[in-house]
């Protein structure tokens, strides 16, 4: 079945190399297609203009559409991470060769993506039934860069 609605991320001309590097950080993901531009352009005949490909079987594309738009933080990619050591590899991974770490679980990477890389237990722990723990896990997390599990269970319970 088709996916019906694809992200879509506009690169300067580092769309595969980008796509490359995504795939390689998630387990069922791959490059499906590369359409490299023909004698009509846009770019120069045979460079990379549109990669197609597949993170943890989500579908995005990639072109390279030259330096007019760059991404900002008003749309990110959202990971949910079962456990720290996901959480901790995929920020170090993102964050190599000029990422940019920021708060609350946010990063760029280095093409200026952002990304969320959350476990599955902060939004649980937020959203607490008790207040005084969800709020003491809250206040952890808008401490925080990276996003620390044990850290935030403790803060939760030290009430």
Not at 3 to 19: R, V
Not at 69 to 80: G, I, K, P, Q
Not at 127 to 153: H, N, S, T, V
Request: with cysteine; net charge negative; glycine share 10%.
């Amino acid at each position: 079945m088709t996916q019906k609605i694809t992200t879509y991320l506009w690169f300067d001309h580092q769309a595969e190399e980008a796509a490359t590097f995504y795939t390689s950080l998630f387990a069922g993901s791959r490059i499906v297609r590369v359409q490299r531009n023909g004698d009509a352009g846009p770019g120069e005949a045979g460079t990379v203009m549109l990669v197609e490909f597949e993170l943890a079987g989500q579908r995005f594309l990639a072109l390279n559409g030259g330096p007019h738009f760059t991404f900002n933080e008003a749309v990110s990619l959202y990971v949910d991470c079962e456990m720290q050591e996901e959480v901790d590899e995929l920020w170090a991974r993102l964050t190599a060769d000029g990422g940019e770490e920021s708060q609350c679980g946010w990063l760029k990477d280095r093409w200026g993506l952002s990304w969320q890389i959350v476990p599955s237990r902060l939004p649980e722990l937020i959203a607490d039934p008790d207040p005084g723990r969800a709020g003491r896990a809250m206040q952890a997390m808008l401490r925080m860069g990276k996003i620390d599990i044990r850290a935030l269970e403790e803060a939760a319970a030290a009430g």
